[in-house]
């Protein structure tokens, strides 16, 4: 359990926003299908394809900010494309377009997302945001929610070139925050990526575990909760309530 917390943490997509990706994507090729007479559905089975070739050569790099701009999604969807013997640019290039755009609809703040940030400022306690990805698109996300200044750092792996679970994200976090782990706080919806990454970083952990999951890993100590709400208790009473 962490001492008086100080500051806490949060991950991004899954956490305080809702993960849209999916639904951004069905958004794209079904747009695609309608101005170019595909397939809804082979433009989402291509796409599928693609994302999977793609990430297993480039997403930890991507990740990583060695990849520049949307130099990722622009490759899936050459490469989604292709398969319909369709891959020149500007076409690539408005399914990239529609993609970007789908997902500033898509990602969308949970309820108690902003009830939270406003309680933690009002408490005085310090707000970080660390998340993986590209700083770029994850600060966009931030700014299309409406949330960006709640944040007094915000440190995405594309801008160090280190992801979590690495504790080293953490840690950095921590330096910038002026905050020594033993009083801070992280909280995110990834078991791995963020108990185990915080954990490991000397920080109090909280998972955000909305489906009521069993603990892949129960010998690594977290806070185990169904709500952001939660994290309150974290802060103001040093416990929260499990199973809520």
């Known amino acids: 359990m962490t001492d008086t917390a100080r500051a806490v943490c949060f991950d991004l997509d899954g956490t305080l926003v809702r993960d849209g990706a999916a639904e951004a994507i069905d ?18 089975e291509a796409n599928a394809s693609a994302w999977r070739a793609c990430w297993s050569e480039q997403g930890d790099r991507w990740m990583r900010g060695r990849l520049v701009g949307d130099a990722l999604p622009r490759d899936i969807w050459r490469r989604t494309l292709t398969l319909f013997g369709r891959d020149e640019q500007a076409l690539v290039d408005e399914a990239v377009e529609l993609h970007i755009d789908a997902e500033r609809e898509t990602f969308t703040l ?21 998340t993986n990805g590209p700083a770029a698109s994850q600060r966009a996300k931030l700014s299309a929610a409406g949330i960006e ?32 782990a033993s009083h801070a706080v992280h909280v995110g919806d990834n078991f791995d990526a963020d108990v185990v990454g915080a954990t490991d970083a000397g920080m109090t952990a909280v998972w955000i575990n909305r489906e009521s999951t069993p603990a892949p890993r129960p010998d690594v100590p977290h806070l185990d909760s169904r709500s952001l709400c939660d994290v309150l208790d974290v802060v103001t009473q040093g416990s929260a309530r499990h199973g809520r």
């Open 27 to 44: 958004r794209t090729a079904n747009e695609l299908a309608r101005r170019h007479g595909f397939s809804a559905d082979d433009v989402l």
């Open 110 to 130: 949970f309820e108690e997302s902003v009830d939270v940030l406003d309680e933690l400022r009002a408490l005085g306690i310090r707000i970080g945001l660390i």
């Open 149 to 180: 200044e709640y944040f007094d750092i915000v440190v995405a792996s594309g801008d160090l070139g280190v992801v979590k679970p690495e504790a080293g994200i953490f840690r950095h976090a921590l330096d910038e925050l002026g905050v020594p």
